[in-house]
């Protein structure tokens, strides 16, 4: 009789942040339901902490910290099936595109002659508004590259065809932390709890000291204004932690000078943001995901425009979502109404249909690319950059994580002996010493550096 239990997938997600994290591990379960999950943390300047990665709660079976040559050759083993290390059926690339083509190249050397080798999956954790054919051409060579929305599909595709890469990897998808409980205005409307507003503010947008002080200001000036309502100013990270993107001035440390002006309904939050979601009235931001997370539950959400629409603030990828307000507007009472077509476009279903339809398309793929490993084996990956398509960009790319053009580590690797463990422990230590050393670098001192040059 045929097995009624097959073996459940095994899916790695190799990430280098704490947003890329919960993307690779969520679009893991989504495309590949009752699959194992082994976790990598590249090593790095923004690997989460353990406060982070328990506040996102994006679990896995397995984790490791690891650096980009010691996860090339980890899994040259495991795709050669050792018996103490069992190979991947799926692996997710959910890092940075630099890194993402890094791991391409060197995947292609240590997969190199074998046919039934993991499905590389990658993509992009949210809004695409900036950087666009960069960071397309670097994930060139995955087999599925995950399109958050019918619009990014189309504009994925575009780009691709546009410089004869091929465009068949691209994959029609939805983004991972889209769902959660419907909103419901009833508990606000009838007084059982204040009016909630939640002003999500982002790592690197807006990047200057006086904007995001006047953003602090106006959060608090609505607090002042609305003595009824709750205003919330939802963290992404603490002082000592780094995230996707740098943040050199963290909101909490203006705030905390301004502390004495604090209205009493004014707080900060830390905390995973669906479960702030549950709570939240009306969500603002300059240009954040979690705008996409709010209207997806119908959550009313405004997309500031005090700052402009400027691409280098990211809301212009909000044009002619209807979500479009300023901090005046929303004082005098204003609930921006989204545009139906704008939401359809980007994959948000209001309810209409279940969050699971959007994984459908790729979930298809996918066992259409398994099935196509264990009856004839895959191709071999072969990403768009190559010494012959790029040779004044690509050598340095890779030679910041430490390949070479072929894929090939720079510099020997330690060799394994009988005090390997040991080793391996103290690289450890070296590295969160190092990492602690480098968060305090970019956070602290070289802020200080740019001030004084300013001067």
């Known amino acids: 009789m045929p097995d009624s239990s097959p073996t459940p997938l095994r899916v790695a997600v190799l990430a280098d942040s704490d947003t890329r994290w919960k993307w690779g591990a969520l679009t893991a379960l989504r495309i590949a339901p009752e699959s194992t999950v082994h976790g990598y943390l590249l090593w790095g300047r923004a690997t989460p902490t353990a406060r982070q990665l328990a506040e996102i709660g994006a679990e896995a079976d397995e984790l490791t910290e690891i650096n980009a040559v010691d996860f090339l050759a980890e899994q040259g083993r495991r795709a050669r099936a050792g018996a103490d290390e069992p190979p991947f059926d799926v ?5 940075v595109g630099g890194t993402t083509q890094a791991m391409l190249h060197g995947l292609a050397r240590v997969w190199r002659g074998l046919e039934r080798r993991p499905v590389v999956v990658t993509g992009y954790v949210g809004v695409v508004y900036e950087k666009l054919s960069d960071g397309l051409l670097l994930r060139h060579g995955a087999d599925l590259v995950l399109a958050n929305s019918r619009y990014d599909a189309g504009r994925f595709r575009a780009v691709y ?3 004869r890469a091929g465009s068949a990897s691209v994959t029609e998808c939805a983004l991972p932390f889209l769902g959660g409980t419907p909103y419901d205005p009833g508990p606000a409307r009838r007084g059982e709890r204040p009016t ?14 006086a904007e995001r002080a006047y953003l602090l200001e106006r959060a608090m000036a609505h607090a002042r204004r609305n003595p009824e309502r709750e205003v919330v100013l939802k963290l992404r990270s603490k002082p000592s932690e780094h995230t996707t993107h740098i943040e050199e001035l963290p909101y909490q440390r203006l705030a905390e000078r301004a502390k004495d002006a604090w209205p009493k309904n004014f707080r900060l939050a830390y905390g995973n943001m669906g479960e702030i979601l549950d709570g939240t009235d009306l969500l603002v931001t300059v240009s954040s995901t979690a705008a996409l997370e709010a209207l997806e539950r119908s959550i009313p959400t405004a997309v500031l425009t005090d700052l402009g629409v400027r691409e280098p603030l990211g809301n212009h990828y909000f044009i002619g979502s209807g979500c479009l307000a300023s901090w005046d507007e929303l004082d005098d009472g204003l609930l921006p109404t989204p545009d139906a077509h704008w939401l359809a476009e980007q994959g948000i279903t209001r309810g209409t249909e279940s969050v699971e339809h959007g994984f459908a398309v790729a979930r298809g793929r996918l066992a259409g690319l398994l099935d196509q490993r264990r009856l004839t084996g895959l191709p071999a990956l072969s990403p768009y950059y190559t010494p012959r398509t790029a040779p004044g ?5 890779l030679a910041r994580h430490g390949l070479d053009t072929k894929g090939e580590p720079l510099a020997a690797q330690p060799s394994t002996g009988t005090d390997a463990g040991m080793r391996a422990a103290s690289r450890r230590l070296l590295r969160r010493t190092a990492r602690g050393a480098y968060r305090a670098g970019a956070q602290r001192v070289a802020p200080l550096i740019r001030r004084w040059g300013q001067l």
């Open 161 to 163: 065809d546009g410089v």
């Open 196 to 209: 909630r507003v939640v002003f999500a503010v982002q790592p690197s947008v807006p990047h200057g000291r």
């Open 91 to 95: 692996l997710v690339l959910a890092c």
């Open 393 to 397: 960009y690509l050598p340095t790319l």
